[in-house]
């Protein structure tokens, strides 16, 4: 993850500068257009209508789920997009949930007799952060195989752009794709519109997410989602080190029940003199 200072342009993983590029009827086209990139062929997208991003369930007491962005296709798909700044331990479960009660709701209320016929339900996990340290591709596709790797159900799928894993420099893009991931990755350190992306859909793009565009109460919109993901890293950063610290001390005092000398225990475990002599 990364936290860049504030430029010329909306941070993209920002909740605000999220929604500002992809979550407005004007704008629409700039999602359209990133999801057929996205897709590559596999499938167009011609329209899509907004849906409201918090769904009750059935019951009263069922659990309310609250999208970050909800659309519906022209086909009547489902399409929930989701940006996730910091790493959470649950996100996969998170998504199974998330694309679970989007399934349960296509059940019709009034109607006693259903086929059980069910329209496809799309997942994309724009992340800033990454599952893992392999090196495999920055995209990936889920989908219900069966033990052999045949497709089993063709109406759910998932895909997650781990965003850190594009490493791509200028003068490696060589898809649209390619230049959207570079441009989501890079946008708020960027002080100009590069050549490259002078498509009239990234021109818009750019013209949206200039911050000198945005009127007296957007501005003020977008500071408060700054600092929201700046307190949040911070909070976790802090969770972090404190768990860091925590394993260290637990090391050294292992150590030290061993009558292991401090010098060692010192280079081991990192801590200081004055440290270790709290202990």
Not at 197 to 209: E, G, H, S, V
Request: proline share 3%.
């Amino acid at each position: 993850m990364h936290l860049a200072k504030p430029g010329r342009f909306i941070d993209p993983f920002t909740d605000f500068g999220f929604k500002r590029i992809f979550g407005s009827e004007p704008n629409k086209d700039l999602l359209i257009d990133f999801l057929n990139q996205l897709f590559a062929g596999e499938k167009y997208i011609i329209d899509l209508t907004y849906d409201k991003t918090e769904q009750n369930g059935p019951l009263s007491a069922d659990r309310k789920v609250i999208f970050d962005l909800l659309c519906t296709g022209a086909d009547g798909e489902q399409f929930i997009i989701e940006m996730q700044r910091i790493r959470q331990e649950f996100f996969k479960d998170r998504c199974l949930y998330y694309v679970a009660s989007l399934i349960r709701d296509q059940v019709p209320i009034s109607t006693k007799s259903w086929n059980y016929r069910l329209k496809p339900v799309y997942l994309i996990g724009i992340m800033d952060f990454c599952f893992d340290e392999t090196d495999r591709h920055f995209i990936s596709k889920v989908m219900l195989k069966d033990d052999k790797g045949k497709a089993f159900y063709d109406k759910l799928t998932f895909i997650y752009v781990e965003i850190p894993k594009f490493k791509k420099r200028e003068e490696e893009l060589n898809s649209e794709l390619d230049n959207w991931l570079f441009l989501l990755k890079h946008m708020n350190n960027i002080d100009k519109l590069p050549l490259f992306l002078r498509r009239p859909i990234f021109k818009k793009l750019f013209d949206i997410a200039e911050v000198s565009n945005l009127n007296k109460q957007d501005k003020m919109a977008y500071d408060a989602s700054v600092k929201q993901a700046r307190d949040l890293y911070a909070t976790k950063e802090t969770a972090w080190n404190d768990g860091v610290m925590a394993s260290k001390r637990e090391t050294a005092k292992k150590m030290k029940e061993k009558g292991l000398s401090d010098e060692l225990i010192m280079e081991v475990t990192g801590l200081s003199e004055s440290q270790l002599a709290m202990l």
